[in-house]
Structures are given as structure tokens and as C-alpha cells.
């Protein structure tokens, strides 16, 4: 499970939330969905007041190298 593509175009912080909502909707079972759904909401709210761009942009690219490890987590078995 890769992440969707796309994930080079986000630039802002709404792209980002969208593209990670995106991903939890392709993990396996609704619990998992739930949970990282959760954790999405939780750390837009925690940093909804951060307004330096070059920090802005390394959350961003975190969070995408986080949502492809996860992907990958759940990547069903050939």
C-alpha cells in the first residue's frame, strides 16, 4: 500500500489534511481507519497557529513520509 498519488502537489496544510484523510480511508479495518483519522484531526489542531512556511513545509513533508510508512505498515501480502 504506497501512498495515493498526488503526495508531491501538496503544498498547504489543507491539501495535506485532505491527502492523509485520503490515506486512512485506504487502511484495512474502521478501527484503524478511526484511529488514524484521530491522530490526523489531533495534530491539525496542534499546530493551527504555526505560520513560519519553512516550518509549515517540514511538517508537511513529515507527515507524507509518515503516511507512507504506515501505508506500508498495512500493505497486505502478495
Known sequence: MAPLP???LVQR???LYRYL???C???PTKGIQEHYRHA???SFQVHA???DPERIQQII???IEDADWIMNKY???N
Do not use: H, M, S, T
Open 13 to 15: 496544510p489543507l491539501q
Open 49 to 51: 497557529d504555526e505560520d
Open 40 to 42: 490526523v484531526r489531533q
Open 6 to 8: 498526488g503526495a508531491e
Open 21 to 23: 484523510l485520503r490515506c
Open 61 to 63: 513533508k513529515r507527515a
Open 75 to 77: 500493505k497486505k501480502p
Open 25 to 27: 480511508q485506504q487502511l
